[in-house]
Protein backbone atom coordinates (compact mmCIF):
# COMPACT_ATOMS: atom_id res chain seq x y z
CA UNK A 1 0.00 0.00 0.00
CA UNK A 2 1.56 3.40 -0.90
CA UNK A 3 -1.01 5.40 1.55
CA UNK A 4 -3.12 6.62 -1.17
CA UNK A 5 -6.94 5.32 -1.43
CA UNK A 6 -8.83 5.64 -4.73
CA UNK A 7 -12.79 4.92 -4.86
CA UNK A 8 -14.46 3.29 -6.53
CA UNK A 9 -12.14 0.76 -8.31
CA UNK A 10 -14.28 -0.03 -10.79
CA UNK A 11 -17.22 1.99 -12.61
CA UNK A 12 -19.61 2.02 -15.10
CA UNK A 13 -21.47 4.95 -16.23
CA UNK A 14 -23.71 6.19 -19.22
CA UNK A 15 -22.94 9.27 -20.94
CA UNK A 16 -25.82 11.35 -18.95
CA UNK A 17 -24.33 10.16 -15.63
CA UNK A 18 -23.13 12.17 -12.77
CA UNK A 19 -20.43 9.93 -10.84
CA UNK A 20 -17.54 11.14 -8.80
CA UNK A 21 -14.04 9.78 -7.62
CA UNK A 22 -12.47 9.69 -4.62
CA UNK A 23 -8.92 9.80 -3.75
CA UNK A 24 -7.27 10.14 0.02
CA UNK A 25 -4.00 10.38 0.77
CA UNK A 26 -2.28 9.18 4.29
CA UNK A 27 1.04 10.58 3.87
CA UNK A 28 0.63 13.78 5.13
CA UNK A 29 1.48 15.65 1.38
CA UNK A 30 0.90 19.05 0.09
CA UNK A 31 0.33 18.55 -3.34
CA UNK A 32 -1.84 16.25 -5.24
CA UNK A 33 -2.02 15.20 -8.69
CA UNK A 34 -4.72 13.47 -11.19
CA UNK A 35 -3.87 11.54 -14.24
CA UNK A 36 -5.77 9.53 -16.86
CA UNK A 37 -4.07 6.71 -18.31
CA UNK A 38 -5.54 5.21 -21.79
CA UNK A 39 -4.23 2.33 -23.57
CA UNK A 40 -1.57 2.82 -26.34
CA UNK A 41 -1.32 6.49 -24.47
CA UNK A 42 1.77 7.62 -22.02
CA UNK A 43 0.30 8.88 -18.43
CA UNK A 44 -1.72 12.43 -18.88
CA UNK A 45 -1.24 14.97 -16.08
CA UNK A 46 -4.80 16.63 -15.42
CA UNK A 47 -4.84 18.43 -13.02
CA UNK A 48 -2.49 19.67 -10.05
CA UNK A 49 -3.50 21.06 -6.65
CA UNK A 50 -0.92 22.44 -4.29
CA UNK A 51 -1.61 23.17 -0.60
CA UNK A 52 -5.52 23.27 -2.02
CA UNK A 53 -4.80 25.61 -4.61
CA UNK A 54 -5.32 24.23 -8.35
CA UNK A 55 -2.25 25.06 -9.53
CA UNK A 56 -2.40 23.12 -13.31
CA UNK A 57 -5.07 22.43 -15.50
CA UNK A 58 -3.66 20.43 -18.90
CA UNK A 59 -6.53 21.87 -20.92
CA UNK A 60 -9.10 19.14 -19.37
CA UNK A 61 -12.53 19.14 -20.68
CA UNK A 62 -15.10 20.68 -18.25
CA UNK A 63 -17.06 17.18 -18.22
CA UNK A 64 -13.93 16.74 -15.93
CA UNK A 65 -14.38 18.53 -12.84
CA UNK A 66 -11.81 18.13 -9.61
CA UNK A 67 -12.41 19.06 -6.38
CA UNK A 68 -10.02 19.57 -3.42
CA UNK A 69 -11.46 20.72 0.30
CA UNK A 70 -8.95 19.94 2.11
CA UNK A 71 -4.41 18.51 1.16
CA UNK A 72 -5.89 14.80 2.45
CA UNK A 73 -8.97 14.83 -0.29
CA UNK A 74 -9.35 15.17 -3.98
CA UNK A 75 -12.28 14.28 -6.15
CA UNK A 76 -13.00 14.41 -9.66
CA UNK A 77 -16.96 14.89 -10.43
CA UNK A 78 -17.38 13.86 -13.92
CA UNK A 79 -21.00 14.70 -16.45
CA UNK A 80 -21.65 13.70 -19.53
CA UNK A 81 -18.62 12.11 -20.85
CA UNK A 82 -17.90 10.13 -23.78
CA UNK A 83 -16.60 6.92 -24.82
CA UNK A 84 -12.99 8.18 -25.28
CA UNK A 85 -12.88 8.97 -21.94
CA UNK A 86 -13.13 5.45 -20.58
CA UNK A 87 -9.44 5.02 -19.23
CA UNK A 88 -7.58 4.35 -15.76
CA UNK A 89 -7.53 7.05 -13.28
CA UNK A 90 -5.24 7.97 -11.22
CA UNK A 91 -4.33 10.04 -8.14
CA UNK A 92 -1.37 10.95 -6.49
CA UNK A 93 0.25 13.17 -4.14
CA UNK A 94 3.65 14.21 -3.21
CA UNK A 95 5.61 16.10 -0.33
CA UNK A 96 5.90 19.37 -1.47
CA UNK A 97 5.54 20.65 -4.98
CA UNK A 98 9.11 20.73 -6.58
CA UNK A 99 11.40 17.56 -6.82
CA UNK A 100 9.90 15.13 -5.14
CA UNK A 101 8.35 11.36 -5.96
CA UNK A 102 5.15 10.87 -6.21
CA UNK A 103 2.68 8.31 -4.91
CA UNK A 104 0.03 6.81 -6.75
CA UNK A 105 -3.12 5.48 -5.79
CA UNK A 106 -4.34 1.94 -7.50
CA UNK A 107 -6.26 4.27 -9.92
CA UNK A 108 -10.11 3.82 -11.04
CA UNK A 109 -11.12 2.07 -13.97
CA UNK A 110 -13.62 4.45 -16.04
CA UNK A 111 -16.00 2.56 -18.40
CA UNK A 112 -18.48 4.88 -20.06
CA UNK A 113 -20.98 3.53 -22.64
CA UNK B 1 5.68 14.90 -28.86
CA UNK B 2 6.45 13.54 -25.29
CA UNK B 3 8.99 14.67 -23.45
CA UNK B 4 10.01 11.51 -22.39
CA UNK B 5 10.10 8.06 -24.79
CA UNK B 6 11.23 4.72 -23.92
CA UNK B 7 13.10 2.12 -25.26
CA UNK B 8 12.46 -0.59 -25.90
CA UNK B 9 8.87 -0.76 -26.54
CA UNK B 10 8.83 -4.42 -24.76
CA UNK B 11 11.50 -6.95 -23.81
CA UNK B 12 11.32 -10.16 -22.72
CA UNK B 13 14.06 -12.00 -20.79
CA UNK B 14 15.01 -15.17 -18.53
CA UNK B 15 15.15 -14.71 -14.69
CA UNK B 16 18.15 -14.19 -13.83
CA UNK B 17 19.47 -11.95 -16.32
CA UNK B 18 19.65 -8.18 -16.45
CA UNK B 19 16.99 -5.74 -18.01
CA UNK B 20 17.89 -2.38 -19.35
CA UNK B 21 16.12 0.08 -20.46
CA UNK B 22 15.94 3.40 -22.00
CA UNK B 23 14.51 6.62 -21.67
CA UNK B 24 15.23 10.17 -23.83
CA UNK B 25 13.90 13.51 -23.22
CA UNK B 26 13.86 16.78 -25.06
CA UNK B 27 14.07 19.88 -22.68
CA UNK B 28 16.27 20.67 -19.41
CA UNK B 29 14.81 18.88 -16.67
CA UNK B 30 15.20 19.24 -12.81
CA UNK B 31 15.21 15.79 -11.98
CA UNK B 32 14.21 12.02 -13.90
CA UNK B 33 12.28 9.67 -11.98
CA UNK B 34 11.30 5.70 -12.85
CA UNK B 35 8.04 4.18 -11.76
CA UNK B 36 7.03 0.69 -12.17
CA UNK B 37 3.56 -0.09 -12.43
CA UNK B 38 1.98 -3.84 -12.90
CA UNK B 39 -0.84 -4.53 -14.64
CA UNK B 40 -3.70 -2.02 -14.53
CA UNK B 41 -2.67 -0.79 -11.01
CA UNK B 42 -1.03 2.64 -9.59
CA UNK B 43 2.80 3.68 -10.20
CA UNK B 44 5.38 2.65 -7.80
CA UNK B 45 8.07 4.97 -7.56
CA UNK B 46 11.90 3.57 -7.87
CA UNK B 47 13.99 5.98 -8.19
CA UNK B 48 14.91 9.90 -8.42
CA UNK B 49 17.89 11.23 -10.10
CA UNK B 50 18.67 14.86 -9.84
CA UNK B 51 19.91 16.89 -12.79
CA UNK B 52 23.40 17.06 -10.94
CA UNK B 53 23.29 13.36 -10.76
CA UNK B 54 25.24 11.20 -12.85
CA UNK B 55 24.37 7.33 -11.20
CA UNK B 56 22.08 6.09 -8.63
CA UNK B 57 21.59 2.72 -7.14
CA UNK B 58 19.07 1.29 -5.08
CA UNK B 59 18.93 -2.71 -4.11
CA UNK B 60 19.37 -4.29 -7.97
CA UNK B 61 18.12 -1.12 -9.72
CA UNK B 62 20.83 1.00 -11.69
CA UNK B 63 20.32 4.60 -13.35
CA UNK B 64 22.29 6.65 -15.21
CA UNK B 65 21.37 10.12 -16.39
CA UNK B 66 23.28 11.63 -19.53
CA UNK B 67 21.90 15.74 -19.68
CA UNK B 68 24.06 16.02 -22.48
CA UNK B 69 22.52 13.35 -23.92
CA UNK B 70 19.16 14.23 -23.05
CA UNK B 71 19.38 10.76 -21.98
CA UNK B 72 18.58 7.91 -18.74
CA UNK B 73 18.84 4.66 -18.36
CA UNK B 74 17.45 1.85 -16.18
CA UNK B 75 19.04 -1.66 -14.99
CA UNK B 76 17.42 -4.38 -13.09
CA UNK B 77 20.00 -7.34 -12.18
CA UNK B 78 19.42 -10.51 -11.45
CA UNK B 79 15.94 -10.26 -13.08
CA UNK B 80 13.00 -12.10 -11.12
CA UNK B 81 9.46 -12.77 -12.14
CA UNK B 82 8.19 -10.31 -9.67
CA UNK B 83 9.80 -7.52 -11.94
CA UNK B 84 7.49 -8.25 -14.77
CA UNK B 85 5.64 -5.47 -15.35
CA UNK B 86 5.76 -1.95 -17.27
CA UNK B 87 8.51 0.47 -16.46
CA UNK B 88 8.05 4.34 -17.34
CA UNK B 89 10.78 7.48 -16.95
CA UNK B 90 9.37 10.90 -16.05
CA UNK B 91 10.93 14.11 -16.30
CA UNK B 92 10.34 17.05 -13.97
CA UNK B 93 11.18 20.29 -15.80
CA UNK B 94 8.85 22.37 -14.01
CA UNK B 95 9.92 26.04 -13.03
CA UNK B 96 10.61 26.10 -9.65
CA UNK B 97 7.61 28.12 -8.47
CA UNK B 98 5.57 26.33 -10.74
CA UNK B 99 4.85 22.89 -8.97
CA UNK B 100 5.84 19.38 -9.61
CA UNK B 101 4.57 18.47 -12.85
CA UNK B 102 5.76 15.08 -14.18
CA UNK B 103 6.04 14.25 -18.00
CA UNK B 104 5.56 10.62 -18.52
CA UNK B 105 6.71 8.54 -21.43
CA UNK B 106 5.04 5.70 -23.01
CA UNK B 107 6.95 2.82 -20.83
CA UNK B 108 8.56 -0.46 -21.23
CA UNK B 109 6.98 -3.36 -20.69
CA UNK B 110 9.25 -6.20 -19.32
CA UNK B 111 8.43 -9.56 -19.40
CA UNK B 112 10.61 -11.81 -16.71
CA UNK B 113 9.84 -15.70 -17.85
CA UNK B 114 10.25 -18.42 -15.36
Known amino acids: ETGVTQTPRHLVMGMTNKKSLKCEQH?????MYWYKQSAKKPLELMFVYNFKEQTENNSVPSRFSPECPNSSHLFLHLHTLQPEDSALYLC????????????FGPGTRLTVT | SQQGEEDPQALSIQEGENATMNCSYK?????LQWYRQNSGRGLVHLIL?????REKHSGRLRVTLDTSKKSSSLLITASRAADTASYFC??????????????FGGGTRVLVKP
Open chain 1, 27 to 31: LGHNA
Open chain 1, 92 to 103: ASSQSRNSYEQY
Open chain 2, 90 to 103: ATDASPKAAGNKLT
Open chain 2, 49 to 53: IRSNE
Open chain 2, 27 to 31: TSINN
